[in-house]
């Protein structure tokens, strides 16, 4: 944007040396690129990733062998509620951001974000809100340990952390908001001439969506832990039944929010999947408009079935049976993006790379949290679920083999075009397979302790649970440990394979015409019709 | 490929079978709703079982047979209104197939009427407290001093010599077999959650807020549960225990908790 | 960056800020919809906190059951009891109930009882025409206090209820009372 001075020289790496970036810190803090941010979200992802997995650790270690291990059940739910909000705002969100920054201007022909400065701002803030939280667990009174849901009256009897919690949730909300500000604008206003938006990538268009739901949803966030705050330091009652208030109500504005949060983390996953699995199939993407019709009503219903979360609350007929059939509802696109992902797949010519093997991981394993996504559905059966290990199954296996491993495989497939060079394929392969069997031996057992009246959220256990819990700790372990692979894997990220520009024998898309790596400056000249075009058959 | 991560996740679950008794399923309960629930889910399941089959079979099928290496061509086609249309179509049949007998529990569940008698149930951090509505008792029941010394870190008790660790309390609720026993459910501070299993009840208890839910155990025995909704510190300590008794045995409790005597439910 | 580029970042930036702000009162306006949401629905055992009038033919032919329950929070030093644990109402038909509290200390106090009704599909349908529930009762140290309760049964109420159950908390809120 600022650069358009060089013309007709878009993807000329050479020409772009005088107006390179700045040298040292300097690069980074006051950075206004797009690739630049990117990595930095990236990168701030992978430590907090690891930051709530030494707390996942420390959970499954708590919980290995009944009794109590360690340290005292405040500090062990300080643990899951710390672990929950770094991993949902700290590690996925994040990401998600970090790859919409890199590849959205790539995959429309943008040069840049459409608002570079703002961009900056909504990545410095988050390191800042992080520092904040992770401050809470050195104050008196610990760290919050409500849950990251934050229900009242509990979350009040949080000691000195709450007002930093609350703070902090602002910035991440603000972080979130901006982002979000900044991928609807880039993505409305500065694609290439004639890609209209039905020609959009489907990455592009996931993300599009959840723009939408993210600039909806996070200020309602924003508002319910506003209540919160004043309900404790300004004589306010929104929650307090003494003053006429009602802590239901709580669960209701929260989970406004935190039912299209939930898409929120996995409509960018389905959208680096379909990306994906075209490529390596060689095959086009089966139905992209029903995809994207799929994707936009998954992000609708999210709206009218959050109270599906509180079945237990004490809730009319008439309510429940509502929540129920919408709940319901949600499978059917939900099939439908499954079932175009295996038709892309059929007759195809495929090869099983590790973005391609995460990605028929996510397939496979999203699915099996989509079925008890279903079971959940069902209210009557859901009070029996509820607030069991069979929940903690089911969300994780959506997230971890769900977004997490959609990350994965979005790094290692755009991997080449941000380094220039192939990472390593064998230790791509073994961090997979490790992921894929401890992913499965830690947390398929839940759904057995959750059926056997295991409750989430407990330090400690009756007997007859110990077994699973182990498989279930000893998988954990694995899990973690594989992580570490992947840090190996970007060390040696650089010492591969030189990459050509298109990288993938079966890439298409707009962000496999320019080099690799992908210099600091591309598009800077929209890209010719007939490449935006031609770059989709 | 994936499955092989799955043969080897529940070969390690089979390896542990032979030293536990843990359970895999949800129990069937004790009263005709958690029977008519058990079903329900059990018919979810198979449903997504049957879906399993297909899509993963479809899947793993193509994955061996469609590979590069086999030297296929791909093929050309990315849309079929037709495939479209029928996935979109099955998949709301089955949805309403599972959706009506969920909905007739669901109704059911609803029907409070004639109880046999009444107890309110009211959540305390960290401890249940019962009233029975027309008798004149009243009781906290909380974590069973056994398990409540174990619990300790380096308590120098082993958990696994605790007879029911952490599902005993002191004063169990003791109810008459067949009586339709009415629920109401308050709390003192937080939200607490009052869940049995085999009852299949799981009801929150909300400060300032009355809740109503019902049971009619049909078998006499001792169901144990949790609170199931994050209270705090010693949320993980707070059981429940339920006696479902004969009508008879439950007359000559009453009798003697009018009396003051505390100890007969908890003799064994 | 070209002109017209910049003035259509503009007003679709504006359009966004709009959606972010209005979501964002919408959270706040998501508590008295929700008031209204429940006193419609019954959601969350909430009934009426203010008087109403009701105007109903009664029907002698149904029989209700309206069973009181008193909850006195811990924090709150008090006794509060119902006169009567119980009574058989006709729907449409006035009645009169009593609750009795004392202040258990020596210092003048502010209470306030939040009413809930159960199971929620009768919530809607127990009116109270006179409540002390409606607002706060200032104790003075030690009194004793008989505190009146007027209501009516909705012959709306659906089939499949035949008792109701009136639970009142009784909170302690004495700081609330004195910050205002």
Redesign the interface.
């Known amino acids: 944007?600022?650069t358009?001075t060089v013309d007709g020289h878009a993807s000329d790496h050479d020409a772009h040396e005088d107006h390179g970036p700045e040298k040292g810190f300097k690069r980074w803090l006051f950075s206004t690129n797009h690739k630049d941010i990117g990595t930095m979200y990236l990168i701030f992802s992978l430590v907090m990733f690891f930051i709530g997995g030494a707390m996942a650790m420390y959970i499954r270690a708590e919980l290995a062998i009944?009794?109590?291990?360690?340290r005292?059940?405040?500090f062990f739910?300080s643990m899951t509620t710390m672990h929950a909000l770094i991993m949902v705002f700290g590690a996925i969100m994040p990401a998600f951001v970090g790859l919409a920054n890199w590849m959205i201007p790539l995959q429309i022909g943008a040069p840049d974000m459409?608002?570079p400065r703002m961009n900056n701002w909504s990545f410095w803030i988050l390191p800042v809100a992080f520092s904040i939280l992770l401050s809470t667990l050195f104050m008196p009174g610990g760290a919050p340990?409500?849950?990251w849901t934050m229900?009242p009256?509990?979350i009040l009897?949080t000691g000195d952390a709450f007002p930093f919690l609350i703070f902090a949730v602002h910035l991440m909300g603000l972080s979130s908001?901006m982002g979000a500000?900044n991928v609807?604008?880039t993505i409305?206003?500065?694609r290439a001439p004639d890609m209209t938006l039905l020609k959009m990538p489907m990455f592009t268009w996931t993300w599009l969506i959840t723009a939408y739901l993210l600039?909806?949803?996070?200020?309602?966030?924003?508002?319910?832990v506003t209540?919160l705050l004043t309900d404790q330091f300004f004589?306010t009652?929104?929650f307090l039944?003494?003053?006429?208030g009602?802590?239901?109500?709580f669960q209701?504005?929260f989970w406004?929010f935190g039912h299209p949060e939930v898409y929120i983390m996995i409509l960018p996953a389905f959208g680096v999947v379909s990306e994906i699995i075209p490529t390596f199939?060689?095959?086009?993407?089966?139905?992209?408009?029903?995809m994207v019709y799929a994707a936009s009503s998954i992000a609708f219903l999210s709206f009218i079935v959050w109270a599906h979360h509180m079945f237990?609350?004490?809730?009319?007929?008439?309510?429940?049976?509502f929540f129920?059939?919408a709940t319901?509802?949600i499978?059917?696109p939900t099939?439908?993006k499954?079932?175009?992902w295996?038709?892309?797949?059929?007759?195809?010519?495929?090869?099983?790379e590790t973005p391609m093997?995460f990605s028929?991981?996510f397939?496979?394993?999203f699915?099996?949290g989509g079925?008890s996504g279903?079971?959940l559905a069902?209210?009557?059966?859901d009070?029996?679920y509820?607030?069991?290990y069979f929940v903690v199954a089911h969300f994780h296996y959506v997230l971890v083999p769900g977004s997490v491993f959609a990350i994965m495989a979005g790094a290692y497939y755009w991997l080449p075009k941000w380094t220039g060079y192939y990472y390593n394929e064998t230790l791509g392969k073994i961090h997979f397979?490790t992921s894929?069997?401890f992913v499965?031996?830690t947390f398929?057992?839940m759904h057995?302790l959750g059926?056997?009246?295991m409750?989430?959220?407990?330090?400690?256990?009756?007997?007859?649970?110990?077994?699973?819990n182990?498989?279930a700790s000893i998988?954990a372990f694995g899990f973690g440990l594989s992580q570490l692979i992947f840090v190996l894997v970007l060390l040696t990220a650089k010492k591969g394979v030189e990459a050509d520009d298109r990288v993938w024998e079966g890439a298409h898309g707009l962000e496999w015409t320019v080099p690799s790596p992908a210099p600091w400056h591309t598009f800077t000249t929209p890209p010719k019709h007939r490449i935006a075009v031609e770059s989709f058959d | 490929m994936i499955r092989k991560a799955f043969l080897s996740a529940l070969g390690l679950v089979a390896a542990s079978t032979a030293n536990a008794d843990w359970a895999l399923n949800m129990p069937k309960g004790v009263t005709e709703l958690s029977k008519e629930t058990y079903d329900l889910h059990m018919m979810v399941f198979w449903w997504c079982v049957a879906i399993g089959i297909v899509v993963f079979g479809v899947m793993i099928y193509s994955l061996f047979a469609h590979r590069k290496s086999k030297g296929v061509e791909p093929a050309k086609f990315s849309h079929s209104t037709f495939a479209e249309v029928t996935w979109t179509a099955i998949p709301c049949v089955i949805l309403l197939i599972m959706a009506v007998p969920a909905a007739e529990t669901m109704i059911k569940a609803e029907d409070s009427r004639n109880p046999d008698l009444s107890i309110v149930v009211t959540g305390y951090q960290w401890k249940w407290h019962y009233r029975y509505q027309d008798e004149d008792i009243a009781f906290y029941s909380s974590l069973a001093r056994p398990s409540l010394e174990a619990r300790l870190p380096n308590s120098g008790v082993d958990v696994y010599s605790v007879e029911n660790y952490l599902l005993e309390v002191d004063n169990p609720v003791v109810v008459p077999k067949g009586a339709k026993v009415r629920l109401l459910l308050t709390s003192n501070d937080v939200i607490h959650s009052w869940w049995v299993p085999e009852l299949a009840i799981k009801k929150d208890a909300v400060p300032g807020i009355v809740n109503e839910t019902w049971f009619q155990a049909e078998e006499v025995g001792t169901y144990r549960g949790q609170c199931t909704e994050l209270c705090g510190k010693d949320h993980g300590y707070m059981p429940v225990v339920v006696e479902v008794v004969e009508p008879d045995a439950y007359r000559a409790w009453i009798d003697t908790r009018q009396d003051g005597d505390t100890k007969f439910a908890s003799a064994q | 960056m070209s002109e017209p580029r910049k003035e259509s970042h503009r007003s679709l930036i504006f359009g966004l800020l709009t959606i972010v702000a209005g979501s964002f009162a919408f959270g706040y306006a998501l508590v008295p919809l929700y008031e209204v949401f429940c006193e419609i629905t019954g959601f969350g055992g909430r009934t009426n906190t203010e008087a109403v009038v009701v105007e109903e033919a009664p029907d002698p032919t149904r029989e209700i059951r309206v069973e009181f329950m008193t909850t006195v929070n811990s924090y709150a030093p008090f006794e509060f009891v119902a006169d009567r644990d119980s009574m058989t109402v006709n729907p449409g038909k006035m009645y009169f109930a009593t609750f009795t509290a004392t202040n258990m200390t020596e210092s003048d106090k502010v209470a306030h009882a939040v009413p809930s009704v159960a199971p929620p599909a009768a919530a809607e349908n127990f009116v109270k025409i006179e409540c002390f529930c409606f607002n706060s009762q200032e104790f003075l140290a030690s009194e004793e206090k008989a505190m009146p309760l007027q209501f009516i049964v909705d012959p709306d109420i659906p089939e499949y209820v035949d008792t109701i159950t009136l639970g009142y908390t009784f909170y302690d809120t004495t700081s609330m009372a004195s910050n205002n």
Do not use: E
């Not at chain 1, 600039?215 to 319910?224: C, E, H, K």
């Not at chain 1, 009602?246 to 109500?249: L, S």
């Open positions: 944007m600022t358009t009944p009794g109590l291990q360690f005292d059940p405040h739910n459409a608002l340990a409500g849950g229900y009256p509990l009897q908001i500000i609807v604008v409305i206003n500065m600039i909806a949803v996070m200020p309602v966030l924003a508002g319910a209540m004589g009652s929104f039944a003494a003053g006429g009602d802590p239901v109500m209701h504005i406004f199939s060689r095959k086009k993407l089966f139905g992209h408009d029903s237990t609350v004490g809730m009319p007929l008439t309510g429940q049976l129920m059939f319901m509802l499978a059917v099939g439908v499954v079932f175009n295996v038709a892309t797949m059929w007759r195809g010519a495929m090869t099983f093997l028929l991981a397939v496979f394993l699915t099996i079925f279903l079971m069902i209210a009557p059966a009070v029996q509820h607030d069991t397979w894929t069997i499965n031996i398929f057992p057995f059926l056997a009246g409750p989430r959220r407990i330090p400690d256990y009756s007997t007859q649970f110990a077994d699973f182990l498989i998988g």
